[in-house]
């Protein structure tokens, strides 16, 4: 007959001490991702593990999840520009729509025609009218 397993309480960590963690192939390919931007593991795990510790305080002091409940995170928003420029090929954005530079690579017919066409002027609508459309 197997005798029944206690719960083994998790134990609060010790600053100094050195944790040992197993790293299987997801882990290790996460802890890989992280190490690209030239930081050492040590480095990788604790921005990893503060990241997700101020999710953690930010969802429990909003009274999103109740204290001591994992709250699911629904979207991020990124608050600085990446250190390297992406591909040639992405079109630079602003609130007047794309911008297309000689280097942006066309996708399709359309992509040719907008870049040919001079960019519009945004439409303001007027209350009780309707915007007018070339």
Known sequence: MATPQRTQRRAQPIAGTRPTVRLDEQFARDLAVLMETGDDLTTAMRTAVGIVANIYRTAWHHQVTPVGTAPTLGAYKFVEKPPTVGPDSLPQVDHNGPMWTPSSRQTSSDDARRQQQP???????????????P
């Open 119 to 133: 960019p519009r002027p945004p439409q303001r609508q007027q209350a009780g009218r309707q915007p007018v459309r």
